[in-house]
């Protein structure tokens, strides 16, 4: 199940382990990625907290959590090659895994549908 912020982060969540990243329509607003920051592993991010950088060839962007939890997995190959996240951004191109703090808080963000329609 896939859930979405406004701020165009997309979570997948697996338990209480939710995989984020940045959605398709937002690399193409960003363009090419040529730079990723991620956070430190253990990191405790609020929601709304800037959790990560990404920079494209037109402009640098937040990367913000999208619910609060602690930092446990980091994507290194999106540092190592930023081209991963326009070739895959739902998919390799994931930025970061956070142990939510509370996982039915996910509720709280809009399905695919929803995305849709903000993004029309």
Known sequence: MLK??????????DGDIATVGITQHATELLGDVV??????IGAKLAKGDSAA??????????????L???V?????????DPAIVNLDP??????????????????GLMDEAAYKKLTE
């Open 68 to 70: 609060a939890g602690e």
């Open 53 to 66: 950088v990404v920079e494209s060839v037109k402009a640098a962007s937040d990367v913000f959590a999208p």
């Open 35 to 40: 730079f990723v920051q991620l956070p430190d």
């Open 90 to 107: 739902q998919g390799a191109g994931w930025f970061f895994k956070l142990r939510l703090e509370d996982p039915k808080a996910i509720d």
């Open 4 to 13: 979405y912020t406004e701020e165009h982060e997309w979570l997948k969540l």
């Open 72 to 80: 446990i997995g980091l994507n290194h190959a999106i540092v190592e």
